[in-house]
Nanobody, 124 residues
Framework: QVHLVESGGGLVQAGGSLRLSCAAS????????LGWFRQAPGKEREFVAT????????NYADSVKGRFTISRDNAKKILYLQMNSLKPEDTAVYYC?????????????????WGQGTQVTVSS
């Protein structure tokens, strides 16, 4: 089992940067595919970025490609999301998620464990 806690959200102006962190507990973190998802008010939860167990495979939504970078530190059991050139449309609650398989997946239904979320607000 994996317990996830996000941090690093906040209010930032358009064009600014934030780095989200997701601290995990549990033995299976290093063998879990991980992902970041987000949900804006009135919208469905959407895929942002995913990373495989060893970090060798990553995937990004088209809307964040070139601006966001997902990474992980298995020794520290932390997942990161570096967000640069933020836009108002990036405003959402951001969630980290873990699944009980080595590979990642872009569908939220493929994930077994979720954090509580952290709010990111980008002002114009």
């Amino acid at each position: 089992q994996v317990h996830l806690v996000e941090s690093g959200g906040g209010l930032v102006q358009a064009g600014g940067s934030l780095r989200l962190s997701c601290a995990a507990s549990g033995r299976t973190f290093s063998t879990s595919g991980l992902g970041w998802f987000r949900q804006a008010p009135g919208k469905e939860r959407e895929f942002v970025a995913t990373i495989s167990w060893g970090g060798g495979s990553t995937n990004y939504a088209d809307s964040v490609k070139g601006r966001f970078t997902i990474s992980r530190d298995n020794a520290k059991k932390i997942l990161y999301l570096q967000m640069n050139s933020l836009k108002p449309e990036d405003t959402a609650v951001y969630y980290c998620a873990a699944r009980g398989q080595l590979g990642a997946h872009t569908s939220s239904t493929a994930y077994d464990y979720w954090g509580q979320g952290t709010q990111v607000t980008v002002s114009s």
